[in-house]
């Protein structure tokens, strides 16, 4: 099955992440800690905190697709998490959230941002959250009561996922891809990597 890695173009403007979305099943297959003492044991955390912290992207975790062109694995090195979680912040992002990808949300605020850098002594370790070196962790305050009662209380929302615009990295030369595409084709590549990202 074959295996992309997403870059960032630096030199495109729209590239980065947009927004984060709360979500049931995050694609990084990592789960966020709702800081509620209701929703988890930990000693003396504060009930009015309404804090969700979680992994925002974690380096070389293969995240399945489903495309034009069949099944088929993307993933993020660590220098593109570390450049895609400083643009994010530098871009005044921190309040750009959604729902499933779907909806936008107000009263959502990336409160605290940092990347993973030892295995035994990193805060993400404190909650029980075993990510590896490179992870783009994040805390977000949720000043939305509807949001906190009806999707973290509940269950129904779980981790986080990221919204954004990547480019392809092709696994072998750009000389061995064919040049004889038809134009149709190139925008249907551009479509495809739009959808992807």
């Known amino acids: 099955m ?20 709360i979500v049931e099943n995050p694609a990084i297959e990592s789960d966020f800690v709702a800081l509620n003492s209701q929703e988890i044991k930990l000693a003396e955390v504060d009930k009015e905190k309404k804090i969700l912290l979680g992994a925002l992207l974690i380096p070389n975790k293969p995240i399945y697709r489903n495309g034009a062109e069949g099944d088929y694995y993307i993933f993020f090195s660590r220098d593109t998490i570390m450049k895609a979680s400083q643009m994010y912040l530098k871009n005044g992002y921190q309040n750009n959230s959604t729902l499933e990808h779907k909806e936008a949300l107000n009263g959502l605020t ?10 035994v002594h990193d805060k993400s370790r404190k909650y029980g959250l075993n990510v590896p070196v490179g992870t783009w962790m994040g805390a977000v305050k949720v000043n939305n009561d509807e949001i906190w009662q009806e999707y973290v209380k509940t269950d129904k929302v779980k981790g986080f996922s990221i919204e954004g615009y990547f480019a392809d990295k092709m696994e072998r030369p750009k000389e061995s891809v064919k040049e004889e595409m038809s134009e149709d084709d190139k925008i249907l590549k551009e479509i495809k990597n739009i959808l992807i990202s």
Do not use: M, P
Request: aromatic share 4%; hydrophobic share 45%; proline share 0%.
């Open 110 to 119: 990336l409160v605290e941002s940092w990347i993973v850098e030892d295995e």
């Open 2 to 21: 074959k295996i992309i890695e997403l870059i960032l173009d630096e030199e495109q403007e729209e590239s980065g992440i947009d927004a984060i979305s």
